[in-house]
């Protein structure tokens, strides 16, 4: 196990970020044209999941890592671990985003803590947004973000609802140019995306890498449609990596009012799943 130094990372609990972006007509087209038809045509003019494509971290290329991260030691803490990504997270909808106006991300480091996984030592980082809009607070979210040592992913067996047909909604087929195009959206310049080479080779993943916000982005809408409005609460975490090529299955399964959603591949290994609520 790889020692952390928990009390060097310790100055940064408690490090603030503020980020002021306006949320434009042409953000929204753009979202739309990515995500197509699993959009929920109930949510509104403002469509679910496009706060994370607001207010972003513009860093510049020479303040890159090789990986196409941010360098670390700024917002976030140095953690000694070469491979970083999105554990999961929970988002309360608070009052609607509205086209045209200014939107305030202020985010806070909330805790570190790290862990002993199957592949090695975690360390985990709890990230608190808020999103304001108009004097309102719109969404609170709480982001948990894991870094890990970089090893091959291990074989998975395929779940016994592999082909549930009484949960499945939809499907698609992720492909280079949608991860394109949600990296783009979100200004994500980390390699696994889009340089397969890279993904493969350094990182030892299989393929390309779906990103976790846009899984996340497409149970948000897939909640949305069994309550129609937006899900007060949608709690989600990230399971295993869902590499290209492959189908992504989308499924739900719960009552009216609140419910699991879930993405799996097209050999039933689920890769992302969540918990909806109206209140």
Same mark, same amino acid.
């Not at 985010?107 to 790290?114: E, L």
């Given at each position: 196990?790889?020692?952390?130094?928990?009390?060097?990372?310790?100055?940064?609990?408690?490090?603030? !970020? %503020?980020?002021?972006?306006?949320?434009?007509?042409?953000?929204?087209?753009k979202?739309?044209?990515?995500?197509?038809?699993?959009?929920?045509?109930?949510?509104?003019?403002?469509?679910?999941? #496009?706060?994370?494509?607001?207010? /972003?971290?513009?860093?510049p290329?020479?303040?890159? $890592?090789?990986?196409?991260h941010?360098?670390?030691?700024g917002?976030?803490p140095?953690?000694?671990?070469?491979a970083?990504?999105?554990?999961?997270?929970?988002?309360?909808?608070?009052?609607?985003?509205?086209i045209?106006?200014?939107?305030?991300?202020?985010?806070?480091?909330?805790?570190i803590?790290?862990?002993?996984?199957?592949?090695?030592? /975690?360390?985990?980082?709890?990230v608190?947004?808020?999103?304001?809009?108009?004097?309102?607070l719109? #969404?609170?979210?709480?982001?948990?973000?894991v870094?890990? !040592?970089?090893?091959?992913?291990?074989?998975?067996?395929?779940?016994?609802?592999?082909?549930?047909?009484?949960?499945?909604?939809?499907?698609?087929?992720?492909?280079?140019?949608l991860?394109?195009?949600?990296?783009?959206?979100t200004?994500?310049?980390?390699? #696994?995306?889009?340089?397969?080479?890279?993904?493969? !080779?350094?990182?030892?993943?299989s393929?390309?890498?779906?990103?976790?916000?846009?899984?996340a982005?497409?149970?948000?809408?897939l909640?949305?449609?069994a309550?129609?409005p $937006?899900?007060?609460?949608? $709690?989600?975490?990230?399971?295993?990596?869902?590499?290209?090529?492959?189908?992504?299955?989308?499924?739900r !399964?719960?009552?009216?009012t609140?419910?699991?959603?879930?993405?799996?591949?097209?050999?039933g290994?689920? $890769?992302? %799943?969540?918990?909806?609520?109206?209140?």
């Amino acid at each position: 196990m790889s020692e952390i130094d928990l009390d060097a990372l310790a100055p940064w609990l408690g490090r603030t !970020e %503020t980020k002021e972006d306006v949320l434009t007509h042409g953000l929204i087209d753009k979202f739309r044209a990515t995500f197509g038809p699993h959009l929920c045509g109930g949510a509104g003019d403002v469509p679910l999941g #496009i706060h994370w494509c607001i207010a /972003l971290d513009t860093v510049p290329a020479a303040a890159l $890592s090789d990986d196409g991260h941010a360098a670390r030691g700024g917002f976030l803490p140095p953690v000694p671990l070469p491979a970083r990504m999105w554990a999961g997270g929970d988002v309360t909808h608070l009052t609607p985003l509205k086209i045209g106006e200014a939107v305030t991300r202020r985010s806070v480091i909330g805790d570190i803590t790290a862990k002993q996984g199957r592949s090695g030592t /975690l360390v985990f980082v709890t990230v608190e947004h808020e999103y304001s809009s108009g004097g309102r607070l719109c #969404i609170r979210e709480k982001q948990s973000i894991v870094y890990r !040592e970089i090893s091959a992913p291990r074989p998975v067996k395929n779940a016994p609802d592999a082909s549930d047909p009484t949960t499945l909604r939809s499907s698609l087929a992720p492909d280079p140019v949608l991860l394109f195009r949600y990296s783009a959206l979100t200004f994500n310049a980390h390699r #696994i995306h889009y340089d397969h080479v890279y993904a493969t !080779e350094t990182e030892a993943y299989s393929g390309l890498v779906v990103h976790g916000p846009l899984q996340a982005t497409l149970l948000l809408n897939l909640a949305a449609e069994a309550l129609k409005p $937006s899900p007060h609460r949608f $709690s989600f975490r990230g399971l295993a990596p869902l590499t290209l090529p492959c189908e992504l299955q989308l499924h739900r !399964e719960g009552a009216e009012t609140s419910g699991t959603v879930w993405c799996q591949d097209q050999n039933g290994l689920r $890769s992302f %799943t969540a918990e909806y609520a109206a209140d």
